[in-house]
């Protein structure tokens, strides 16, 4: 399953190496300014791998995938938080919310919000989530100053409640139950 699910990008990423390289460069803008996805794997409290995380960029902004199991039923607060290490059980590794802009959680609250809050997502019954999100306000691009791939790099993290969009530091969202390292390779 592992192999499965990661060779697509592998494949996807040499091509768009192959395409870079051509001589064709500039017929092919935007393939060869695609930059390889990063997939990292979701871990729960018990350190085991329960999903992915995809992170890709292209000029619509950054665009996150989460596929999990085993998680909760019910609404799940998910955030960019500003370390990339994710030490179960508390994840308390990762830091804080990624704030380079040093504002105040949430998108509710007037004087947020925070580059690393997302929207919440459902996860189903039968504990399964699959969600995507894009944003423009962040880069995967090295020395950016938005950038997720810091010195230290980033984390994702999905909480055991819903973020209620307002509340300073982590809208209320509870515990981290599953974090997953977002790393330079
Ligand atoms: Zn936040």
């Given amino acids: 399953m592992k192999t499965m699910k990661t060779w697509p990008l592998l494949l996807l990423a040499a091509m768009l190496f192959i395409a870079g390289c051509s001589k064709k460069d500039t017929k092919l803008p935007v393939s060869a300014e695609k930059m390889e996805a990063i997939v990292s794997p979701l871990i729960n409290k018990d350190g085991t791998e329960i999903g992915k995380v995809t992170m890709s ?9 989460i596929t999990a199991e085993g998680l ?10 500003e370390t990339g290490v994710c030490t179960p059980p508390t994840f308390e590794s990762a830091g804080g919310h990624f704030n ?12 947020g919000f925070h580059l690393g809050d997302l929207p919440n997502v459902e996860v189903g019954e039968d504990g399964k989530v699959e969600a995507q999100v894009t944003t423009a306000d962040l880069t995967l691009k090295p020395g950016a100053e938005m950038s997720l791939l810091d010195k230290d790099g980033s984390a994702l993290v999905i909480h055991e409640g819903q973020d209620d969009y307002k509340t300073d530091p982590a809208g209320n969202s509870g515990a981290r139950i599953a974090c997953a390292e977002i790393n330079k390779k």
């Fill in 72 to 81: 909760p039923p019910g609404l799940h607060g998910v955030h960019i938080h």
């Fill in 57 to 65: 960029e292209d000029e619509k902004g950054v665009t996150i995938s």
């Fill in 100 to 111: 380079p802009t040093k504002k105040e959680h949430g998108f509710d609250n007037p004087k």
